[in-house]
C-alpha cells in the first residue's frame, strides 16, 4: 500500500545523523538515468557516493549501490532488519518503501559515503527521502500525467508535489523541456523560496560544457537522453565546487559513454533463454510520455528496414493502455501480452489482465498477430521469436515485464 506522508520516516529516523550531502532527484520520467550519470561521474572523480533509485530491478537490493556497485546482499538483509526491528518496537508501521529508504540512508551511513545521490519515489513533498536536509543541490526531471490517484489529475498539481523537494538556500537544477504549465508552477515556487535555479535545455548544452554537443553526436543519444545528461551535468556544476573543488565538468565528460541504465532502451540478447540470437530492445516505458520516447526511438532505430515489429507487452492495472500502446504499435506490428510476476516488497503492484490488454491492442487498425499469454513469459518469448522471423523485437510496458526477463535470462545463463 502507498501511503505519503513524513512523519512515519522521521520517527524511524529520528535518532539517526546523516553525515552525507545528497542530490536530491524528482520527476516522472528521466530521474532514473540522472541519478545514474550523476552516481557514475561523482564515482569516476574519486567522490565516495551512494545510489538510491526505485523501483529495484532484479533484486530487491539492487535500488542501492556504493561507488556503482551493487550493495551486498548480507549487509542489506542486517541494515533491513535492524530497520524493521526498530520500526515494530515503535510501533511506526512504516511502508514497505518508508522502510527501503531508511534501510538505505542507513547503509549510505554505514559504508561512509561523501554524497548520496537520492531519486524521488513518488511525487516529492511528502515521499519518504524529502526527509533529506543537507541538499547540495534540488533537479526536477521531465514532468508528466503519471500516478494522478495520488498526485493530482493535471500537470500543475502534480509539478507542485514534484517541486515540494525544492528548499530555501538550495539550488535547483530544471529540465527546460518540461512543458510550460509545468515550467511556469516551478518558477513560481522557486520564487517563493528565493532560491537559485537553472533551467538547462540540450540545444543549449554548450553552456554547460562546449564538450556536450559533439558527446551528443558521438553517443547517438536520443533527445531525451540529452535533457537528461543536462540535468546531471548542471548538478554536477553546482554540486562540485562544494565538495571537490579541484574536479571539473570537462573533467569527468569522458566517463559518459560508459553509463548504463538497464531497463531503459537497453539492447540484450535472449539466448540461452529462447532461440533467438538477433538483439531485443527492452524499455520500461510505463506512461505515455516514456511510451512517446520509446515510439520515436523504435521509429528511428527499428523500423528503418521496413519492417514490421514485434512486441511483447504487459502494464500495470491502473494504467491508460490506449494512452500507453497505442501510439507506439503501429498496424501490421505482431503483439504477444503477458502479466509480470509478483513484485518483491511492493504486494499492491499487480499486472493487468492480459486478455484486458489484447483487447485494447486488438483495437489498433490493421494490428498483426495477437496472442494472449497469460504469465507465460519464455511461452510470450518464444513466439514472438518465431514469428519476427529475426526482425525487430521490442519488450515493454512496464519495468516489473523487464524485471522478469532480466530475471530469466540470469537464471537460464545459470543453468549452464
Not at 78 to 97: H, N, T
Not at 119 to 141: H, K
Not at 196 to 217: K, N, Q, W
Request: charged content about 25%; glycine content about 8%.
Amino acid at each position: 500500500m502507498i501511503e505519503l506522508g513524513l512523519s512515519r520516516i522521521s520517527l524511524l529516523l529520528q535518532h539517526t545523523v546523516i553525515p552525507w550531502r545528497a542530490i536530491h532527484v524528482a520527476g516522472t520520467n528521466g530521474k532514473g538515468s540522472t541519478t545514474a550519470y550523476l552516481s557514475a561521474l561523482l564515482t569516476a572523480g574519486g567522490v565516495r557516493c551512494g545510489r538510491f533509485t526505485s523501483p529495484h530491478l532484479i533484486d530487491r537490493w539492487d535500488c542501492i549501490t556504493i561507488d556503482e556497485k551493487v550493495v551486498q546482499e548480507s549487509l542489506f538483509r542486517r541494515i533491513e532488519d535492524q530497520v524493521k526491528r526498530r520500526d515494530q518496537s515503535l510501533g511506526i508501521g512504516a511502508s514497505e518503501f518508508e522502510l527501503l529508504t531508511a534501510t538505505a540512508f542507513e547503509i549510505f551511513n554505514h559504508e561512509r559515503v561523501e554524497v548520496g545521490v537520492v531519486e524521488v519515489g513518488m511525487g516529492g513533498r511528502l515521499d519518504a527521502t524529502n526527509i533529506l536536509r543537507d541538499v547540495l543541490v534540488s533537479v526536477i526531471c521531465k514532468i508528466g500525467l503519471d500516478h494522478q490517484s495520488l498526485l493530482g489529475d493535471s500537470i500543475e498539481s502534480i509539478t507542485r508535489e514534484k517541486a515540494g523537494i525544492l528548499k530555501p538556500g538550495v539550488p535547483c537544477v530544471i529540465d527546460g523541456t518540461n512543458l510550460p504549465e509545468a515550467i511556469r508552477v516551478i518558477k513560481d515556487r522557486v520564487r517563493e523560496l528565493d532560491i537559485d535555479a537553472m533551467l538547462v535545455r540540450p540545444e543549449t548544452a554548450d553552456g554547460l560544457s562546449s564538450l556536450l554537443p559533439r558527446m551528443f553526436r558521438e553517443l547517438d543519444l536520443e533527445p531525451h537522453q540529452q535533457a537528461n545528461v543536462c540535468c546531471a551535468i548542471a548538478a554536477l556544476k553546482k554540486s562540485l565546487p562544494r565538495i571537490r573543488p579541484d574536479l571539473t565538468v570537462d573533467g569527468l565528460l569522458p566517463e559518459l559513454s560508459k553509463v548504463q541504465w538497464p531497463g531503459r532502451l537497453q539492447t540484450v540478447t535472449l539466448d540461452p533463454l529462447v532461440a533467438r540470437q538477433e538483439p531485443v530492445l527492452l524499455d520500461g516505458a510505463h506512461n505515455s510520455q516514456s511510451a512517446e520516447v520509446l515510439g520515436h526511438h523504435v521509429d528511428r532505430k527499428l523500423r528503418q528496414s521496413g519492417r514490421n515489429v514485434t512486441w511483447v507487452i504487459a502494464a500495470s492495472r491502473g494504467k491508460d493502455l490506449k494512452g500507453l500502446f497505442h501510439p507506439i504499435i503501429k498496424p501490421g506490428d505482431n503483439v504477444a501480452t503477458v502479466s509480470f510476476g509478483p513484485v518483491d516488497g511492493m504486494p499492491w503492484v499487480k499486472a493487468v489482465d492480459t486478455s484486458e490488454l489484447l483487447t485494447s491492442i486488438q483495437d489498433i487498425h490493421e494490428i498483426g498477430t495477437t496472442k494472449d499469454f497469460d504469465g507465460d513469459i519464455v511461452g510470450a518469448l518464444s513466439w514472438a521469436s518465431t514469428i519476427s522471423q529475426g526482425g525487430p523485437l521490442v519488450i515493454a510496458g512496464s519495468l516489473y515485464l523487464v524485471s522478469d526477463v532480466l530475471r530469466l535470462l540470469r537464471e537460464s545463463k545459470k543453468d549452464l
